[in-house]
Each structure stands twice: as C-alpha cells, then as structure tokens.
C-alpha cells in the first residue's frame, strides 16, 4: 500500500536534500559521493601525523592556509641567505666542509666574544657546509610547515627561538671553549615537541603511523647527533671545535616547552599548570646560564 508522503507526520521523516538524500544521515558515504580536493586531502594528511584523532574533525573545521606558515618559511630563507653570501660573495671553502673564515662573522657564537650577547641567537643563520645547511632546512620545513599550520606561527616561533637559545646557552655551560653554528637547535626543539606529543598521544593516534613517526625520529636524530659527534671529537680539522651540545639543548627544550605548546591544540595556555612549569623551568635555566658565563665560565 502507497502512503502519501503529504500525509505522513513531519516529524517521523527526517528532511531530505534536493537529491532526495536524507540531511540527517550523517553516514560514511559523504566523502564516497563528494569529491575532495587537494587542499582538504593535504589538511587530513596534516591531521593524522600532528593530532590525535579525536581533535581531527576540530581541526579539518577551522583548516586553512591563511596566514601561510610564514615563520619558518622566512627563517629558512634568511638561513638559506646568509650561506650563500658566505659561500658565494665571500668564499670560505664553505660548499662541503667547514670553513675556517666564517668564524670571522659576527654572527657565529665563539666563546671568547660571548659578550657579544646576539651570537646565542645570531649563530642559527651561519652552517658549516652544504650538508649541514640541507639537513636542517629540509628538517624543519618538513616538520615545521604543518606544525605551523595546525598550532600557527606563534607557537612555532616561540619553540623553535626557545631551542636556538637552550642550544647556545647549554653549549656555552657544558662544552664552554666550543664554537657553535647552525640552526640545529631550533630544529631539535621542534623534534622534541613532536616526538613528546607523538610519544605520549600514541594509544589516540593511528598505530601504525606513531611506530613510523617515532622510529623515523629516532634514526634521524641519532644519525645527526652521531655526525655531530664525531665532527666535534674525531676530526682533526684545523679551527675550532663545533660543538654538538646544542642538539642536546634544543631538544630538551622542545621536549619540555614544545611539548606544552603543541599538546594544547586551540586551547589557553594561560589556564594550563604544564605551560607555567616549564615556563619557569626555563626562565631558571636562562637566569642561570647567564649568570654561569658572567661569574664561573672558564671560557
């Protein structure tokens, strides 16, 4: 027997679309009958390796690249910058080994001209070589891209300025008579936010991609820190030492800082305990860096 849909009680069907789909079905066979774009196919990859899955439809809600991720995209452009200047208009063999002139610009960190109070941030801009300046750049750009897509360029900024300044001021306490180039600190401290978040959000995110995420951490970071040190005790090259303290400093610093600002996705701050614990923590550890190579450097 037909029933009038006219005589049916509005409220027992649910309203359907100008298809004659029903718009309270809210099933998988959307996305099967919507075709989706590139942007959106790249804001779901972003999801699934920087959140946990609960917060993935949060994120697809407000997705866009407005603002772009500018930060690390111009400081990669200025670090990019400054090792051509030095490569190409004033040639220090700079192409595929350390060079022993860059150590002339006042932006490296050298330990007798730490008075110079802009090296413990100025250094991220000088690399010792091609491989050097390659390996960071593809690093943070690969990673800090959607990191600042998802947290934006604040938070980014401010991790990836936290490891550059915990890489110097590490440096300048534990391995004082070392010079320190390079952006590796920066880079670290958005490893070690990324790693802490996938570590400790492992059981929420796909388990397939945390294992891969965590295992391409870890031969990355100990494939650059064995480099480091081995450039650091075991080459006899004529100059200053580099020093590798910096990796450790930033990453401790991502690890505590970076891990508090990329765990709160659109969420205050200002309201979570973590966030003023390690804002402290670092404060103290600045405070005490400082006064370290004022008073007790044998530098």
């Given at each position: ?93 700079q192409w595929v080994t350390l060079g022993e002139g860059i150590w002339n610009s006042p932006l490296s960190y050298k330990s007798d001209r730490r008075e110079e ?49 915990a890489g110097s001021l590490a440096s300048s306490i534990f391995d004082p008579l070392s010079a320190l180039v390079g952006a590796s600190g920066g880079v670290y ?6 790693f802490m978040n996938a570590v400790v959000n492992f059981r929420e995110m796909i388990p397939v991609l945390g294992v891969f995420r965590i295992g391409v951490i ?82």
């Amino acid at each position: 027997m037909d029933i009038d849909i006219e005589e049916q009680d509005p409220l027992a069907v649910d309203p359907v679309d100008r298809d004659g789909r029903r718009m309270g079905d809210t099933g998988g066979d959307d996305d099967g009958n919507r075709k989706i774009g590139c942007c959106e196919r790249f804001h779901r990859s972003i999801s699934k390796w920087m959140l946990p899955e609960e917060l993935h439809e949060q994120y697809l809600e407000r997705a866009n690249c407005c603002p772009p991720p500018i930060f690390i995209i111009l400081i990669s452009i200025g670090e990019l910058a400054v090792f051509i200047y030095y490569a190409v208009w004033k040639p220090q063999k700079q192409w595929v080994t350390l060079g022993e002139g860059i150590w002339n610009s006042p932006l490296s960190y050298k330990s007798d001209r730490r008075e110079e109070a802009w090296r413990f941030v100025s250094y991220m801009f000088v690399h010792a070589g091609v491989e050097h300046i390659l390996g960071n750049l593809v690093m943070q750009l690969l990673l800090g891209i959607p990191l600042e897509l998802v947290h934006k360029g604040f938070e980014v900024g401010m991790v990836y300025m936290a490891g550059v300044l915990a890489g110097s001021l590490a440096s300048s306490i534990f391995d004082p008579l070392s010079a320190l180039v390079g952006a590796s600190g920066g880079v670290y401290a958005l490893i070690g936010g990324y790693f802490m978040n996938a570590v400790v959000n492992f059981r929420e995110m796909i388990p397939v991609l945390g294992v891969f995420r965590i295992g391409v951490i870890v031969i990355i970071v100990g494939t650059d820190v064995g480099f480091a040190l081995y450039r650091r005790f075991f080459t006899h090259d004529v100059g200053l030492k580099v020093s590798f303290v910096a990796h450790i400093g930033g990453g401790v610093a991502g690890m505590t800082i970076g891990y508090v600002f990329f765990s709160a996705y659109n969420q205050k701050l200002l309201k979570d305990p973590r966030f003023w614990l390690c804002i402290v923590g670092y404060v103290v550890f600045l405070l005490f860096a400082v006064l370290f190579n004022i008073f007790l450097s044998p530098a």
